[in-house]
């Protein structure tokens, strides 16, 4: 495979997002308390910073105005256990009630809450049980025999592919499901499925997504029936692709720029003890360009080819750069992000997108021009071969 590597230059500035006091670009994620997924932790271990909600607060059409990502575990519902009013003496229980305050969820205005959300562009992740709410909302998924609890507790080799193949660059995780009734999905409606497997169920053993994106109007949510772990590529793919959502836009807004078609979409930060990141980056035939952007911290970047030789590197202190990569077959190369600083756990973005880059809104320009040129040419005609008719008018 031929590659070759050119640095494009985009003309005028780069539009960045609206950056508050701080600097950093405006992201607030919303993490409803769920009992079976702890989401809050993964966010805690990776010092990405939230608001916890209630499940209740869903009710609220307003409530999620001014949040960017949306987190629903596994289990985050209201159950009724939790809205008892126990009496006991001794070791005798006297009564069980509901509590005063008890107000039972109405779960289609939370279902119309979220869709609100993704579709005016908020990312959202689901995991686990909270299937219900996005099937509410979009009517998203197909079960085996029309029974969504089927899985039973096993080890899956999962056949992972798309972003999520070129962020752990292998075609294969290993996952651990380890409790019995497990969400298992037989299809997903205009979706993408980032993870697939083959698992044990209670009528044979079946086959179908483990994890899924999919866009609706302007946002989009990834689905995943695996929510155990705190610390795995798996799981690290899942909330990173949420809560950092709107850096991949920022870059697809770049991309659009020059009409190009986005091949791949990765965001992720250096940890702690961490000395370098690596993601894969497909490349298709003909001109493909990288875009990076970084929140706080400028990085290194070396690209390789898919012999892990070097063909650039790249150490400068900008936290947003472009790399033209030419390749006649295809194939893929490889990016290297190396930390020019101490700091950690800042969020940065890639992507790749495929086409020409001539001039900025190349394609609408000439979409533009053949429309005038299709509208002169037709007043010229009508000009030229249909003169128009004069008349005398005369006075008595």
């Known amino acids: 495979m031929l590659i070759f590597l050119t640095l494009a230059l985009p003309a005028g500035a780069v539009p960045r997002p609206a ?60 159950p009724v256990e939790e809205s008892l009013e126990v009496l006991a003496r001794n070791m005798s229980f006297a009564s069980v009630s509901l509590k005063a305050d008890y107000r039972e969820i109405d779960p289609d205005l939370v279902a119309r809450n979220i869709k609100r959300f993704v579709k005016r562009g908020g990312a959202a992740y689901f995991s686990g049980y909270s299937f219900s709410h996005i099937q509410r909302a979009f009517g998203l998924f197909e079960f085996f025999d029309d029974f969504p609890y089927m899985g039973l ?37 205009d979706a993408e499925v980032v993870a697939r497997g083959t698992f044990e169920t209670p009528r044979g053993m079946r086959e179908g997504p483990i994890t899924l ?18 610390f795995s590529d798996f799981r690290r793919f899942n909330v990173y692709r949420v809560a950092g959502n709107n850096l991949i836009r920022l870059l697809e807004e770049r991309a659009s720029r020059w009409g190009q078609r986005v091949t791949c979409r990765i965001v992720d930060a250096i940890h702690r003890g961490e000395y370098a990141a690596t993601y894969r980056i497909d490349l298709e035939p003909g001109e493909n360009t990288i875009y990076f952007h970084s929140e706080r911290a400028p990085f290194q970047i070396d690209i390789v080819d898919n012999n892990y030789s070097l063909i650039e590197s790249r150490d400068i202190f900008d936290r947003d750069q472009i790399f033209s990569v030419d390749s006649s077959v295809g194939g893929h190369c490889f990016i290297r992000l190396y930390p020019s600083s101490e700091a950690r756990y800042d969020m940065y973005a890639v992507a790749a997108a495929v086409g020409a880059r001539p001039f900025p809104y190349w394609r609408r320009v000439l979409i533009a021009l053949a429309v005038a040129i299709t509208i002169a040419a037709s007043v010229a005609v009508k000009w030229l071969f249909f003169p128009r008719k004069t008349y005398t008018i005369r006075w008595r």
């Open 19 to 78: 950056e508050q006091g701080d600097g950093l670009p405006h992201r607030r994620v919303a993490v409803v308390r769920s009992r079976y997924d702890a989401i809050d932790t993964v966010l805690d271990n990776f010092h990405i910073p939230y608001d916890l909600i209630e499940y209740r607060d869903l009710e609220k059409p307003n409530r999620l105005d001014g949040y960017l990502a949306l987190f629903m575990g596994s289990g985050a519902d209201n």
């Open 153 to 189: 507790p096993s080890r899956i080799e999962a056949s992972v592919s798309g972003d999520l193949a070129r962020f752990a660059v292998k075609n294969r995780i290993a996952l651990y499901l380890d409790h019995p009734g497990w969400v298992t999905i037989k299809s997903a409606k």
């Open 213 to 230: 994106i999919a866009r609706r109007g302007d946002g989009e949510m990834l689905y995943t029936s695996y929510d155990s772990t705190v």
